[in-house]
């Protein structure tokens, strides 16, 4: 644990691939960290493993880990690409918090959980593609994604929490696949199923909104943030 914390002058890493587990706080606060070669065998990325790694750009994660941990990835403020593993199933949360991000971010296919604000704060992603096996987008999870301005929302998703989106200040549409048992999109905006709750209304609309005839419900903050809106029909 820690086994280089704090090394500030560490700038370049290749993990061996006999290498399966990186453990908590290993690389933490090596703020000069550019590049992590992760090798097939990796298998978990531990506690605040990267935690602070100020000039890491990029994680290219091999698809033998099944295992990312709260924090892994937490204030990796230069990032600019993320690839993940298609063997995890969930990701922890806070894995990236207050991280950066690529313009689009892909969850891939065999993730079925993206955990409580497991990307929230992150800058510079605007474009988000939810995998053909995520169930569940938990509260917050994407919530401060300031940059974020497209969701696609795949017909796997049973069940977005609270503020999953949040305070996402220029999100222009959530669009969800025609096949989803759970949730559906009109005109950019997310309802349930049968169109009787509004979830979400994205924050950045500027005109004015006529909200779906058969709703009789609207969500906890499903207007928050939507400092430009003009107007709302109900």
Known sequence: TGAFENCKALCDVVLPSTLSKVRDRTFAECQSLKRVSMSAGLMSIGVYAFSACRSFTAVEMPDTVEHLAYQAFSHCDALRAIRLSSRLS??????????????????????????????????????????NTVESIEHGAFD?????????????????????????????????????????????????????????CPAARRRRVRVHDGVRRIAVSAFEWCTLLAGVDL
């Open 90 to 131: 969930a990701i922890s949360p806070y894995a990236f918090w207050h991280a950066s991000g690529p313009e689009t971010l892909v969850i891939p296919e065999g993730v079925k959980v993206i955990c409580r604000k497991a990307f929230y704060g992150c800058s510079g992603i605007r474009r988000l593609v939810i995998g």
């Open 144 to 200: 401060g994604c300031n940059d974020l301005e497209e969701i696609r929302v795949s017909a796997s998703v049973r069940h977005i929490g609270k503020w999953a989106f949040g305070s996402s200040e220029k999100l222009q549409s959530i669009e969800v696949d025609e096949n989803n048992r759970n949730y559906a999109s009109e005109d950019g905006i997310l309802y349930t199923k049968d169109f009787r709750t509004l979830v979400r």
